[in-house]
Nanobody, 120 residues
Framework: QVQLVESGGGTVRIGESLRLSCAAS????????VNWFRQPPGSGRELVAS????????SFSESIQARFSIARDRAQKLVYLQMNNLKLEDTAVYYC?????????????WGRGTQVTVSS
């Protein structure tokens, strides 16, 4: 059974930083591309950042540009989302996601999310 667990959320002020972590059981994050999504209050879920299985490729949404970074700790089998210079609009529940082929279909695995609240 695949389980993803996010941690590191909390309440911070504008301009501060947080680092989110994604850990997994039942799946090896080191051999899978990993995505971070977020869901602001009253809005749909949006892709924030992705990292390829080889770690040679990362991508970010335009709304975060250079403020966020994504990285792996292969020894710990974790994926981090480093969020700097946080803004009010970064307030959301952040989710770790892995997509994997299972037979002819792609299956999405999600964590339960971690709340990030940015206050003024």
């Amino acid at each position: 059974q695949v389980q993803l667990v996010e941690s590191g959320g909390g309440t911070v002020r504008i301009g501060e930083s947080l680092r989110l972590s994604c850990a997994a059981s039942g799946i090896d994050l080191n051999t899978n591309a990993v995505n971070w999504f977020r869901q602001p209050p009253g809005s749909g879920r949006e892709l924030v950042a992705s990292i390829s299985s080889s770690t040679t490729s990362t991508s970010f949404s335009e709304s975060i540009q250079a403020r966020f970074s994504i990285a792996r700790d292969r020894a710990q089998k974790l994926v981090y989302l480093q969020m700097n210079n946080l803004k009010l609009e970064d307030t959301a529940v952040y989710y770790c996601n892995v997509q994997r082929w299972e037979g002819p279909s792609i299956v999405d695995f999600w964590g339960r999310g971690t709340q990030v609240t940015v206050s003024s």
